[in-house]
């Protein structure tokens, strides 16, 4: 049984960085995408990254390109995501997530992934 956990959050202000990590016990961690998703209150869980199996690829969604870097260590099976310019809407609770299907690229949808961490919070004050 796999497990994803995540670590890195905390209470940062605008304009600062974080970086967060998902370590993955079990399972095939080197041959599946990953990805983070983030839900604020009240709001849906959205996409915020992914990265291939291999690390060759990464998709971001539009609110973050450019600030938030997704990279990852298949020795370590370790994913980490580089939070930097750090905006008050950020601010939500970071999930990061195993892709369902081996090989994936960069999948977005939430109901490609089947296996989900207990969340980190990111708090970014104005």
């Known amino acids: 049984q796999v497990q994803l956990v995540e670590s890195g959050g905390g209470l940062v202000q605008a304009g600062g960085s974080l970086r967060l990590s998902c370590f993955a016990s079990?399972?095939?961690?080197?041959?599946?995408?990953m990805g983070w998703f983030r839900q604020a209150p009240e709001k849906e869980r959205e996409f915020v990254a992914a990265?291939?199996?291999?690390?060759?690829?990464?998709n971001y969604a539009a609110s973050v390109k450019g600030r938030f870097i997704l990279s990852r260590d298949n020795t370590k099976n370790t994913v980490f995501l580089q939070m930097n310019s750090l905006k008050p809407e950020d601010t939500a609770v970071y999930y990061c997530?195993?892709?369902?299907?081996?090989?994936?690229?960069?999948?977005?949808?939430?109901?490609?992934?089947?296996?989900w961490g207990q969340g980190t919070q990111v708090t970014v004050s104005s």
């Open positions: 079990g399972g095939t961690f080197g041959i599946r995408a």
């Open positions: 990265i291939s199996w291999n690390g060759g690829n990464t």
């Open positions: 997530a195993r892709a369902m299907a081996f090989w994936a690229s960069t999948p977005s949808s939430i109901s490609e992934y089947d296996q």
